[in-house]
Structure formats: structure tokens, C-alpha cells
């Protein structure tokens, strides 16, 4: 049973960096684009960025133009894990962040919400003063 699990969310201050991690289970990891997704309180989900699987060998890549520039998502593997690093962090980048998983072989990943069959539970970030 595909199982993603998110972690790393806090409270952290404008300026500030924080990493969080998502891990796949159930599933062979190599089959699947992961996609990073949040939502901010009263206002829908927005994408947030994607990574295309491993056997696609295409090290693809794409973010959401708020966060281009300041975020990077990275994949492990070794440890069935995805990253989302993110750095200069707004108070606007607050929200539960969420994973999500698609079984996307060959092709680019994409950022479309609907696209996502498996979501994690979400881990909140906070970014406040």
C-alpha cells in the first residue's frame, strides 16, 4: 500500500531556511514524479514544485513562480525520499505543505494537482516574526 509521509515543518522566522522531507513507501520509488503542494489558510492549493521520476532519468524539475528562485526540490533514492528545501522564506510562503505522488515513468513531471493519485497528510510551516 503506497504510503508518503511528510516532515520538517515549524515555525520559523522571514529570512529564515527550512528543509522537509517526504518519503514513499508500498511503492517502488523509481516509477513516481512527486509534487510538493501547500495550502495557506482560507485560500485554495497551489502548487509549489515537482520532480520527475527516477527511471525517467530526466532530472526534470519545475516550480511555481512564487517560489522559483528560492526553493529547490531534490530526490534521494537510496532513502525513497524527496526534498524541499526552501530558503528566504515570506510570511506568504505559510501553509500546510503537502506531497503527493504520481506514477509517471518517462515523461516530465507536472504541476497540476489533479495529475496526483496519493497525498501525504501535510506538515505545517509557519513563517512569522
Same mark, same amino acid.
Given at each position: ?15 529564515? +531556511?527550512? #528543509?522537509? *522531507?517526504?518519503?514513499? +513507501?508500498?511503492?517502488?520509488?523509481? $516509477? ?9 489558510? /482560507? ?5 509549489? #514544485?515537482?520532480i520527475s521520476s527516477v527511471? #525517467?532519468? &530526466? ?6 513562480? +512564487? ?5 529547490t526540490i531534490s530526490k534521494?533514492? /537510496?532513502? $525513497? ?6 530558503? +528566504? &522564506?515570506?510570511?506568504?510562503?505559510? /501553509? ?14 507536472r504541476l497540476s494537482q *489533479? ?6 497528510? /501535510? ?7
Amino acid at each position: 500500500q503506497l504510503r508518503l509521509v511528510e516532515s520538517g515543518g515549524g515555525l520559523v522566522q522571514p529570512g529564515d +531556511s527550512l #528543509s522537509l *522531507s517526504c518519503v514513499l +513507501s508500498g511503492v517502488t520509488f523509481d $516509477n513516481y514524479a512527486i509534487g510538493w503542494f501547500r495550502q495557506a489558510p /482560507g485560500k485554495e492549493r497551489e502548487a509549489v #514544485s515537482c520532480i520527475s521520476s527516477v527511471v #525517467s532519468r &530526466l532530472d526534470d524539475t519545475d516550480y511555481g513562480d +512564487s517560489v522559483r528562485d528560492r526553493f529547490t526540490i531534490s530526490k534521494d533514492a /537510496g532513502k $525513497n525520499t524527496v526534498y524541499l528545501q526552501m530558503h +528566504s &522564506l515570506k510570511p506568504e510562503d505559510t /501553509g500546510v505543505y503537502y506531497c503527493a505522488a504520481e506514477r509517471r515513468r518517462y515523461n516530465p513531471c507536472r504541476l497540476s494537482q *489533479s495529475d496526483y493519485d496519493y497525498w501525504g497528510q /501535510g506538515t505545517q510551516v509557519t513563517v512569522s516574526s
